[in-house]
C-alpha cells in the first residue's frame, strides 16, 4: 500500500512537452478494465524522447510510401486504397504507390487458426521493400493475430518499416461510412508506428492504443499536439499545411467529421 502514491508520483511526472491550443484536445482519462492501457500500461513518449530515439526517417533515397495489399477477395469498399492512399499521401507528405494485389506469403497466413501471423509476414515483407521505400504497410481481409494476441487490428514496427492491418474485424458492414473511418484510422494510426511513434498516453489521439472496436472508435483521427510535433520534426513538414492537406483528404474520403477537426486545428490559434 505504501508504495502506491510513489508510484503515482511517477506517473505524474509524465507529462506532455509540447501543448496545442487550449481545449482542442482532451487529455486521457485513466484507463479503465479491459482498455488498451489497463492491459498493457505502457509509459508513453515525449517529443525530446522522440527525437533522441533514432526514429525512422525519411532519407534521400527512401521517401515513397507503399501499400501492400493482401486481399482475398475484392475490397468491399472499392475506395478504400485510393483513400488510404490519398490520406497517406497528405499525412506524410510522402508519395503514394499502391503495389499490384498478390497472394500472402507462404507461412504468413496459419492454417489451424485462420488467422494471418503479423510476425511471420513481417521478414517477408522487409525483404522485399523497395529501394525507394520509407515504408510499407501491408492490407489483409484476413483475420490477424500478433504475437501472443489472439488477434489484433494492426501491427506496426517501430523500427523495421513495416506493418500491417486487417480489415476482418472492424465490422460496420450495413454503416459503410463507419467501415471507411475505421479503416482508415486503422491505416494512419499503423503507418504512425512505422515513423516510430509508440502509443500515445497523453491526449485523445490517434495513436492512442485500442483493444476493442469501441476504444479505437473513440480515438480521433487528429495526432494530438505531442504526435504531431514529433511527425513534423521528422518529415520537416509544416504542421498547419498538414492538418490542411489533411482536411481536404478526409473531406474527400467522406470523413466529414474527421475534416472538420482537421480545419478547426489548422484555424486555432495556440
Ligand atoms: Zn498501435
Ligand atoms: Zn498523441
Redesign the pocket.
Known amino acids: 500500500m505504501r508504495l502506491l502514491p510513489l508510484a503515482l508520483l511517477l506517473l505524474a511526472a509524465r507529462e506532455p512537452d509540447v501543448e496545442g491550443p487550449k481545449g482542442l484536445f482532451r487529455r486521457l482519462p485513466p484507463a479503465e478494465p479491459g482498455e488498451w492501457l489497463f492491459v498493457f500500461p505502457e509509459e508513453g513518449q515525449t517529443f525530446a524522447e522522440y527525437r533522441k530515439a533514432d526514429p525512422v526517417r525519411p532519407t534521400r533515397e527512401r521517401r515513397t510510401v507503399y501499400l501492400a495489399p493482401f486481399l482475398t477477395r475484392p475490397a468491399r469498399d472499392p475506395g478504400m486504397l485510393p483513400a488510404m492512399a490519398a490520406l497517406l499521401q497528405a499525412s506524410f507528405s510522402a508519395e503514394v504507390r499502391v503495389l499490384p494485389p498478390r497472394p500472402l506469403p507462404s507461412g504468413a497466413y496459419v492454417r489451424a487458426r485462420r488467422q494471418v501471423s503479423a510476425f511471420a509476414l513481417a521478414p517477408h515483407l522487409v525483404r522485399e521493400l523497395p529501394a525507394d521505400a520509407l515504408l510499407v504497410l501491408a492490407v489483409t481481409d484476413r483475420d490477424l493475430f500478433v504475437g501472443d494476441l489472439s488477434h489484433a487490428f494492426?501491427?506496426?514496427s517501430l523500427k523495421l518499416r513495416v506493418g500491417v492491418l486487417s480489415t476482418a474485424r472492424l465490422g460496420a458492414e450495413d454503416d459503410p461510412p463507419l467501415a471507411r473511418r475505421r479503416t482508415m484510422t486503422l491505416a494512419l494510426?499503423?503507418a504512425?508506428?512505422l515513423l516510430s511513434l509508440?502509443?500515445c498516453t497523453f491526449y485523445r489521439c490517434l495513436?492512442?492504443?485500442?483493444l476493442t472496436i469501441e476504444e479505437a472508435d473513440a480515438r480521433p483521427a487528429a495526432l494530438c499536439p505531442v504526435c504531431r510535433a514529433k511527425l513534423c520534426w521528422n518529415l520537416g513538414t509544416d504542421p498547419l499545411a498538414r492538418e490542411r492537406a489533411l482536411a481536404g483528404a478526409f473531406a474527400r474520403a467522406g470523413m466529414e467529421c474527421d475534416a472538420r477537426d482537421a480545419l478547426t486545428i489548422a484555424e486555432t490559434k495556440g
Not at 207 to 210: D, E, H, L, T
Open positions: 494492426g501491427w506496426g494510426h499503423e504512425g508506428h509508440p502509443h495513436m492512442n492504443g485500442a
